[in-house]
């Protein structure tokens, strides 16, 4: 896909990951819808991009809220036209073992809400929002690219049974849609982050931060826009479907 003047809606994009790829897409020619549920955020996002020449407007949605998702696909349509390219990343975590438990007694249990809130945000927000983006891609006869940002978590992870569940799930999700979506001329594709530095990371006790990088064969940390060139990579190559990138320093070697 040649990006110049297609229309790239990424949710979670007033911030960290999703705006480094607003940035990147927004350099090579892409207008960009940005959809996230802090209306501030995404109005000091639109502003950056828009003072480096970048066509991007906001739009506030709730992706876990089907009819705010289906207004905000609307509001795309009308004001910018049918979305050539989604970018599934908002997301959130609540880390907790399944059980904590000591000398035989259970202390703490990972809580429903804990797991029903991860799993609406970053599955079944890209469920509502993948389905409606295809629904735009299809109906305005052309081609577009689903992306769903995964994590190395997919394959696992202590204290992320919520997390993990959901990004294993739209790895499957971006194979499934991948073989169903061929035949109106989408592709799809996921990209697995590994630790990458971002506002949560920078939060982090240095020592906690250069334990976490000498476990990285390349020993540090990868950066945002490392994330957003996997994203670019999936959107302009025309043979790349139904795949996962894992852009993790080789931490999955």
Do not use: H
């Not at 003072?51 to 709730?62: E, H, L, Q, W, Y």
């Not at 630790?195 to 240095?206: L, Q, V």
């Amino acid at each position: 896909m040649e990006l110049t003047n297609k229309i790239i809606a990424v949710t979670g994009g007033a911030r960290g990951l999703g705006f480094a790829m607003a940035q990147r897409l927004g350099k090579a020619g892409a207008r960009l819808a940005l959809l996230d549920l802090d209306a501030d955020n995404l109005d000091s996002a639109v502003g950056k991009l828009s003072s480096s020449g970048i066509d991007a407007r906001p739009f506030v949605v709730n992706v876990t809220d089907e009819a705010s998702v289906t207004q905000a696909f609307a509001d795309i349509r009308d004001q910018m036209g049918a979305v050539s390219g989604l970018v599934n990343n908002a997301g959130i975590t609540k880390d907790a073992l399944l059980i904590k438990a000591k000398d035989g007694e259970v202390q703490k249990r990972m809580t429903l809400d804990a797991w029903k809130s991860v799993i609406d945000v970053n599955l079944t927000g890209a469920f509502i929002c993948g389905r409606e983006a295809a629904t735009q891609m299809i109906e305005a006869d052309q081609e577009g690219v689903i992306i769903n940002i995964s994590s190395i978590s997919c394959a696992g992870n202590m204290g992320q049974s919520n997390y993990s569940a959901a990004k294993a799930a739209l790895n499957a999700l971006t194979v499934t849609w991948a073989k169903e979506l061929a035949r109106y001329g989408i592709r799809t594709g996921s990209v697995a982050p590994g630790f990458i530095n971002t506002e949560m990371t920078a939060a982090m006790r240095p020592e906690i931060l250069e334990n976490i990088a000498s476990g990285v064969p390349l020993k540090r940390l990868g950066e945002a826009d490392n994330i957003a060139q996997s994203v670019e990579f999936i959107l302009t190559n025309d043979y790349f479907s139904g795949r996962v990138i894992e852009c993790d320093g080789g931490l999955r070697l």
